[in-house]
């Protein structure tokens, strides 16, 4: 017992505990602020804070102290460096300072007037805080100088991702805002280099020793090192060049530039920073190392720092009304500086009254950034634990009020010429959208969908989507993603002489997205593909439907009898996956659900019946038949179906113009050699949910199917539940 106790207070132990402690509670926490339409760094700083002093702390001080013994906290925060040096070093990275270099006059004085007026009042607010909140061996100019910087920081990863999230990436809203956050950074950059030394060296001369030595430097980088690692970039442009030696090379050179920086006195990150800065132009050289290094500094590593800013920040030391005022003040003077100012400055050079208040609620973005600022005023002593933890509550509200704000000027100011805009647009987009998850399915789709409406009905009509559930995707990867997923599909068109639009969606709220798209677009069908279930038939996911039977609402309508038990047990579905039972759920309009079974194809077609509403799928078979010369075969369940189905305008049509085209099978049970006879099964949402609920045997036999769910099914469906 004593062996394994001891073994448990190992450092590494206890480390690793650490890690996994932090990485699951950040993931949950981001993934509860992603659904509330929160970036989810606001999630992973409200983690970090709730398993420090703030929160567990406060109610579990065993089990904090437990997890986090104050003896281990020097290796969580080297760790924790580690991971902001690398982070810094991709942020270096992400910035083109080609785009910078380019920018308008618009952008020069958004940029330097969101830094000077927020920097500005920063220092105003320090001469009413500095007797009060100031740590006593800190003079008033280190206070002050600091209290300004961190006004003025803008969260360049946090922004960037708000505007891709919001479709703003092509717009010149998006691109305005995008080359501001970048040139600001760079500027705060640079200007925090410059108060570290001031406030390390201590001295007017030591400062100014330091800051030559930090020109030196830069001048060094620029026009020594970027030289050299241009030329790499030229000759190693793809996966397969870019060996070992040469990422060592490359992790050579951040590490150099990390260690010159913080021995110089002006911090490891500036020379993370300034590393990524001059990395090689060459967008691939820059984008795969982007790959290598983003994931393991994000996910891993990050959430460290942001618990180690949580074991830091003291939300209890505000314990009276007079700290609270002044942490209100805190916000207000950061929020004016950086809200106001960039919105008037945008004003001035001539953008609009909502572009410019929408600029102003972007630069507000502080984010991570900050964070990593005040950790470095706190490790300096300039903030008191009092002041670090104002500043970490400015920090979380002002990056939580982005979304909020952009949503209310777009309430307030809605945009009346992208209506007019919309509606050309709209009678420019295609009748059919395509919704497909691998390229594969959706080289599969747009052949279904050529067969179905043949070529003249849809040329020039057709778009097809990509919703992809990674909110988090870079920016930068976005180009090369989206041309990715879109090749099978592309070349699926041109092989059929077809013209697509496409287009590729990171979102973070699935349902949100297919409301809006099947809202604005006015489709006649919806095409999506069933995708796979990832926990079909294993033990998990028998686990969790079992745990939506206990799920409160349900279990209450199963004991009162208006819910079926079995059909709850045993997965409906299973043929699905989430994203296309949610598509049927929000989508608006007629829905077709494609299960693929390695569809080529719809040469002979088999349309099962079963209720009396399903009359409709002749509507589709017509389609078949006219545009891809399909032979049809249908069965009714019984003699009232058979009857309704014979009343159908479409059969009448086909069996008019198509005679040798259609047949009806007798009323036989459906097997396996009868599925073997076709190559596609036409069949209603209704029909297929009654068969998959009974679990007949012969699903597992079924040939590519297409379910349809049509709107006026939708609408009686909505009612009922109603």
Not at 90 to 96: H, P, S
Not at 249 to 261: D, K, P, Q, W
């Amino acid at each position: 017992g004593e062996s394994f106790l001891h073994a448990m207070k190992h450092p590494l132990a206890v480390l690793l505990l650490q890690i996994i402690a932090i990485v699951m509670v950040a993931r949950l926490f981001g993934f509860l602020f992603n659904k509330i339409g929160q970036p989810t760094v606001i999630g992973e700083i409200i983690a970090g804070i709730v398993l420090g002093p703030s929160l567990v702390g406060l109610f579990f001080p065993d089990v904090s102290s437990f997890i986090f013994p104050a003896a281990s906290l020097g290796n969580l925060q080297f760790l924790s460096q580690v991971g902001l040096i690398l982070f810094m070093f991709v942020i270096g990275m992400e910035l083109d300072i080609g785009i910078i270099r380019k920018q308008a006059h618009g952008a020069v004085i958004i940029s330097h007037a969101s830094i000077i007026i927020p920097y500005t009042l920063g220092m105003g607010l320090s001469y009413f805080m500095f007797t009060e909140f100031a740590p006593k061996n800190i003079s008033f100019l280190s206070f002050a100088l600091f209290m300004g910087i961190a006004m003025s920081i803008t969260a360049f990863p946090v922004l960037a991702r708000v505007i891709q999230e919001r479709g703003l990436t092509k717009t010149k809203l998006g691109a305005l805002a995008i080359t501001c956050a970048a040139a600001d950074d760079i500027t705060a950059w640079c200007i925090l280099a410059v108060v570290i030394a001031i406030v390390k060296a201590g001295s007017f001369v030591s400062s100014i020793f330091t800051i030559a030595l930090a020109i030196g430097y830069v001048f060094m980088m620029l026009r020594v090192v970027r030289p050299f690692l241009i030329r790499l970039g030229n000759i190693y442009t793809n996966k397969e060049q870019l060996s070992k030696p040469v990422i060592a090379i490359v992790f050579m050179i951040l590490l150099m530039s990390s260690y010159a920086t913080e021995i110089i006195g002006i911090h490891a990150l500036f020379g993370a920073f300034l590393a990524g800065v001059v990395m090689p132009p060459e967008l691939r050289f820059r984008k795969i190392l982007i790959e290598k290094i983003e994931d393991v500094s994000v996910v891993l590593l990050l959430p460290l720092f942001f618990v180690f800013t949580g074991l830091r920040t003291q939300i209890g030391l505000l314990t009276t009304g007079h700290l609270w005022a002044t942490c209100g003040w805190v916000i207000l003077v950061a929020v004016a500086g950086k809200f106001g100012g960039s919105a008037i400055a945008a004003r001035v050079t001539g953008e609009s009254w909502k572009s410019s208040l929408s600029i102003g609620a972007l630069m507000n973005t502080r984010g991570l950034m900050e964070l990593i600022v005040l950790n470095i005023g706190y490790d300096l002593g300039i903030l008191s634990p009092e002041v670090f933890a104002m500043m970490v509550i400015m920090a979380l509200v002002t990056t939580f009020m982005t979304g909020p704000a952009l949503d209310l000027i777009n309430w307030l100011m809605p945009d009346k010429e992208k209506g007019e805009e919309h509606s050309l647009e709209k009678a420019r987009l295609s009748r059919i959208l395509l919704s497909f998850g691998t390229g594969l399915s959706g080289r599969r789709l747009l052949r279904l969908a050529h067969q179905m409406m043949g070529r003249d009905q849809i040329s020039n009509h057709l778009t097809a989507i990509n919703l992809t559930y990674n909110a988090d995707i870079n920016p930068w990867q976005i180009p090369e993603f989206e041309k990715e997923t879109f090749r099978n599909i592309r070349s699926e068109a041109r092989k059929h002489q077809l013209e697509i639009a496409t287009e590729y969606m990171p979102v973070k709220d699935l349902q949100k997205a297919i409301a809006k798209i099947t809202h604005e677009g006015s489709y006649d069908l919806l095409l999506i593909d069933a995708g796979k279930s990832l926990l079909k038939g294993t033990f998990l996911g028998s686990l969790l439907q079992a745990g939506k039977l206990l799920y409160p609402p349900n279990l209450v309508k199963t004991l009162a009898g208006s819910k079926k038990l079995l059909p709850q047990l045993i997965p409906v579905n299973d043929m699905m996956d989430e994203k296309a039972k949610t598509f049927i759920a929000e989508a608006k309009g007629n829905t077709g659900i494609f299960i693929d079974k390695d569809f080529d194809e719809a040469e002979r077609i088999f349309i099962p019946m079963v209720s009396q509403g399903d009359a409709y799928l002749f509507d589709y078979a017509l389609q078949f038949v006219e545009n891809n010369d399909s032979q049809i075969a249908w069965m009714a369940a019984d003699t009232d179906v058979e009857y309704i189905a014979s009343q159908s305008e479409r059969l009448k049509i086909i069996h008019e113009k198509y005679p040798r085209h259609i047949e009806k099978i007798s009323n036989r049970p459906i097997d396996k050699s009868i599925l073997g006879r076709y190559d596609l099964m036409l069949i209603s949402y209704e029909t297929w949910e009654s068969i998959a609920s009974t679990r007949e045997e012969w699903i597992e036999h079924i040939p590519s199917t297409l379910i349809i769910l049509s709107s006026a099914s939708k609408t009686l469906q909505s009612r009922v539940q109603e």
